[in-house]
């Protein structure tokens, strides 16, 4: 398939990238800047949720009771393994169509691949990596398109179906609602540990098992009215969307800190200070909106907050006489040490979130 004289068993494809994973977000309060315009669109009376917020994907009324979900996402590899790679980046972005409540149906890859650098047949290992996730989710990989680029990134655009009772946005929650999260945090701080070759086998293995694990109960979420709101656990860490969902929704935010699950061994890289540069990025971009000053160690928080997370867990604004039916579908789903609520919604004050 190419002529790249390089064992493809010692190719490590986090060396060939300047980032990695969701790691590799521009910034909220840059994103902010691209994204504002003084262009007047036309409405669209069938888009259900587009610009206008900071959602997981688009939804569009198809006039038959039924909405579709359009999503993509991509990035740069945050593991070694060409075919975990695949897998990683496949179910981070099938994860919004879940964080919305709906079905995946269709997905098509998107691949950028430096042809002169890398064997092709190590871009076939991600494609590989990509059905598998996709046969795992129960949908299609049904084409894509590909590139010649300087760096290696591969990711997916999914669609999804869904009733539009069903569907949950992430700027309508409500005063009082609890707030769920499907899985630890910290995978931003474990994956630049591989990156800087600190991370063992272990905590490897681990790592790469939370980040192929599919969101797929959020399908089931959906369905509980007492969803209010849903959205999943990027790169802007577990702070910056849970600023996004708050501010969105016109209400604040409490966190307790202490509720908080972290990935195994993530004490481990805290201790040797292995933090994402988009860390401090996010930071700064929600600083101002952020009460820390209840906690006794506010460093340990500004190091794991904003941690971007890859495919990272559901969070979750759940009405609380809705509680007993989101944490039995957790059990369900085998989520039982996510039963905890790690904070709840309040009235607008003076930050949109305080963390206690």
């Avoid at 709906?102 to 871009?123: C, F, M, Q």
């Avoid at 499907?182 to 630049?192: D, F, R, S, Y």
């Amino acid at each position: 398939m190419t002529d790249i004289n390089i064992p493809l068993g010692t190719i490590k494809l986090t060396e060939y990238s300047h980032g990695g994973g969701c790691g590799c977000k521009i910034a909220p309060k840059v994103l902010d800047d691209i994204l504002r315009s003084n262009l007047a669109m036309p409405d669209n009376k069938n888009l259900l949720v587009g610009n206008h917020s900071k959602d997981d994907a688009a939804a569009y009324d198809l006039g038959n009771g039924m909405a579709l979900i359009s999503t993509t996402d991509f990035f740069m590899p945050i593991v070694d393994d060409a075919f975990d790679f695949g897998r990683i980046a496949s179910a981070n972005a099938i994860s919004d169509v879940y964080a919305m409540g709906g079905k995946p149906v269709l997905a098509i890859a998107i691949l950028g691949w430096p042809i002169n650098t890398l064997p092709a047949e190590l871009a076939q290992r991600v494609i590989e990596g990509s059905r598998s996730i996709c046969a795992q989710a129960g949908i299609p990989l049904a084409g894509g398109h590909s590139i010649d680029a300087k760096e290696p990134m591969f990711g997916l655009a999914v669609s999804g179906l869904l009733p539009i009772q069903n569907l949950k946005k992430n700027n309508t929650a409500q005063v009082g609602d609890l707030l769920y999260l499907t899985k630890p945090i910290g995978v931003g701080m474990m994956a630049t540990a591989q990156k800087r070759k600190v991370l063992s086998a272990e905590h490897g293995e681990v790592l790469v098992k939370q980040l192929t694990t599919l969101n797929s109960i959020g399908e089931a979420l959906g369905h509980i009215a007492g969803v209010h709101a849903m959205t999943d656990v990027t790169g802007f860490g577990i702070l910056g969307h849970l600023v996004e969902m708050a501010e969105g929704s016109g209400v604040s935010a409490e966190l307790h800190y202490d509720k908080l699950i972290l990935t195994e061994g993530v004490k481990d890289y805290l201790a040797k200070k292995t933090i994402p540069d988009s860390t401090r990025r996010n930071w700064a971009s929600y600083e101002t909106k952020v009460d820390l000053t209840a906690l006794p160690n506010q460093t340990e928080a500004l190091d794991l907050l904003p941690d971007p997370q890859t495919n990272g867990g559901l969070l979750i604004a759940v009405a609380p006489e809705a509680a007993g039916e989101v944490e039995a579908l957790f059990r369900a789903h085998g989520l039982e040490r996510h039963c905890g609520v790690i904070g709840r919604m309040g009235v607008v004050g003076e930050f949109v979130v305080r963390v206690v």
